[in-house]
């Protein structure tokens, strides 16, 4: 990685993760039924089909464009790359390299990688393959490109050895390779026979894919199905199932009734917490509840009057009771968080959060100002649970002595919050805190680096900030790096800018006849198709 900034989409990822009774467009169920059948993990003859829904289209299935959480599923059934997380950890571990080498200098991987593996077109994976996937992902150069972007050159010492040299060491780039949006494995063959003009096949990309993952994409139909078909070839061995079918079902009183009636064997996001709960109860349903990556923040405006006081900021983290709003949005699925980051980002014991609460200091500061009034707003990005969240919030500053009125934000407008001028945008928002990996890395660049758009939400600028994230990558260790972002920690608790309130929660509710469902760490919603299966 660059030490500057790197290259964002208008809209995070992120900003597609949901845990809601979600308003929309609906398909009729009987339409639905006809579409998927009835019974679940369906049998067609010999062939077994796993099916499930998605709130909306995902961007096209191109693995250098695609940057958002609704496709992922597709993308990794479809696709691989040289490295993953170890399940349930930030570990990073081989998937199509089966190791690696790093040099003195930190800054050359030698990756020797698994022999024999097939793209869906039949050809072979080898170094040069890699060598075009990353100069294909520099050169569409979307929101994923900022991934290779850190890469000085590329080359391929033999079929199976792939060198990169970066131009300056990052300890963050294993986890650019193991994140949900990592460079991916793709065919330079595919590439080349559909490319039109100078597109690099991306036409052809938006409804075909040139992978080496455990189903191939059959059929991509926008504003209604996708479906994907095991490959034959595939090195991991055979799999649970012959078809995957994704129908997109935007009203999720839907999607429940087909979840309800085994219509959909799995739903892996949008259920309302309520329903959540009660699926858990249910002895048909298998609901496991992960966290990744992400959690849920209250971020204070210091740029608007109220909140440039940095006592008045300090005071307010002190009051806040994390708990009540917590237990509020989540109904029990998570707990507050003990470390200021996301526990999978930095051990939470490093840097333990005080639930000490103080609410003297912040009544006497509020009962001094001028103007007691404030503008808070939720992320309409996610769901319900954040809106809970924000009322309840509203409710302890009303006892602090804060007149608070709360909004929705839209997801459009959450997105662009720092496009627009200080007098259009909240004195709070409750939101995500996370980056795009297991790593401090992509959540100080991308929410918190001076400059960065579009999710440094309110233009925080620190010099001395920005100096310490480019410090901590370049350092020999780990153990030297997680030092430096101590520092950059207390730093930030110092600043009061955020309060940290909890580990996002993902549950994926299933019925009870699936097993195996391994889940990635950075993105639960995500399961290994590969692995996936049908109870006998």
């Known amino acids: 990685m660059s030490q500057s900034s790197p290259l964002l989409p208008e809209l995070d990822r992120r900003g597609f993760l949901r845990l809601s009774a979600i308003a929309g467009g609906s398909v009729g169920l009987a339409s639905l039924l006809a579409a998927c059948g009835a019974g679940g993990a369906s049998r067609s003859g010999d062939s077994l089909t796993l099916t499930m829904p ?40 081989p998937l199509l390299a089966d190791s690696w080498t790093l040099s003195p200098d930190n800054c050359t991987y030698t990756f020797k990688l698994k022999p024999n593996v097939k793209f869906h077109d039949g050809t072979i994976v080898d170094a040069a393959s890699w060598v075009a996937a990353f100069d294909r992902r520099a050169r569409v150069n979307q929101g994923p490109a900022y991934m290779v ?33 990592h460079p991916m494995a793709t065919s330079p063959t595919a590439v080349t026979k559909y490319a039109k003009g100078d597109d690099l096949a991306q036409g052809w990309m938006k409804t075909h894919d040139a992978g080496t993952g455990p189903f191939e994409i059959a059929e991509f139909v926008p504003g209604s199905h996708y479906t994907l078909t095991k490959f034959k070839d595939y090195w991991g061995g055979d799999v649970g199932f012959d078809t995957i079918r994704i129908q997109i079902t935007p009203n999720v009183s839907t999607q429940k009734l087909q979840l309800d009636s085994g219509a959909f064997d799995i739903v892996t996001k949008g259920l309302a917490v309520p329903d959540v709960l009660r699926y858990r109860k249910n002895k048909n349903f ?25 006592a008045l900021r300090q005071a307010l983290v002190k009051a806040i009771d994390r708990k ?40 006497a500061l509020v009962a001094g100002l001028p103007d007691n009034k404030v503008d808070l707003a939720w992320g309409a990005s996610g769901g319900e649970p954040i809106h809970q969240m924000a009322n309840q919030l509203q409710i302890q500053l009303a006892a602090l002595g804060f007149h608070a009125t709360v909004r929705q934000l839209p997801t459009a407008q959450e997105f662009d919050l720092a496009n627009q001028p200080q007098s259009n945008r909240p004195d709070i928002l409750v939101d995500f805190m996370g980056g795009d990996a297991l790593h401090l890395d992509t959540v100080l660049r991308i929410l918190l680096r001076t400059g960065a758009k579009p999710l440094n939400f309110f233009g925080y600028s620190n010099p001395e900030l920005d100096k310490l994230m480019d410090q901590a990558i370049a350092q020999p260790t780990s153990e030297r790096m997680n030092a430096i972002y101590l520092q950059a920690t207390r730093l930030l608790m110092d600043d009061a800018i955020y309060v940290m309130l909890c580990n996002t929660p993902y549950p994926i509710v299933a019925h009870n006849y699936l097993s195996d469902i391994e889940l990635d760490s950075d993105y639960p919603e995500i399961f290994d198709s590969s692995k996936i299966k049908r109870k006998a």
């Open 54 to 93: 998605f709130l909306e289209d995902m961007q096209v299935p191109d693995p250098d464009i695609m940057y958002e959480g609704e496709g992922v599923q597709v993308m990794h059934a479809a696709y691989e790359g040289l490295c993953q997380y170890k399940p349930g950890t930030n570990t990073v571990i």
């Open 286 to 310: 298998n609901v496991p509840i992960t966290i990744g990556g992400t959690g849920n923040a209250i971020w204070l405006n210091f740029n608007r009057p109220l909140f440039a006081d940095k």
């Open 149 to 181: 972007q850190g890469i000085a050159k590329a080359t391929a010492r033999d079929a199976t050895t792939l060198v990169v040299t970066l131009k300056s060491p990052n300890q963050a780039f294993l986890h650019y390779l193991a994140c949900p949006w």
């Open 324 to 363: 009540k709003i917590v237990d509020t949005g989540f109904g029990g699925l998570t707990e507050p968080q003990k470390g200021y980051w996301p526990d999978l980002l930095l051990d939470p014991s490093a840097v333990p959060l005080d639930d000490t609460i103080d609410t003297a200091t912040c009544k």
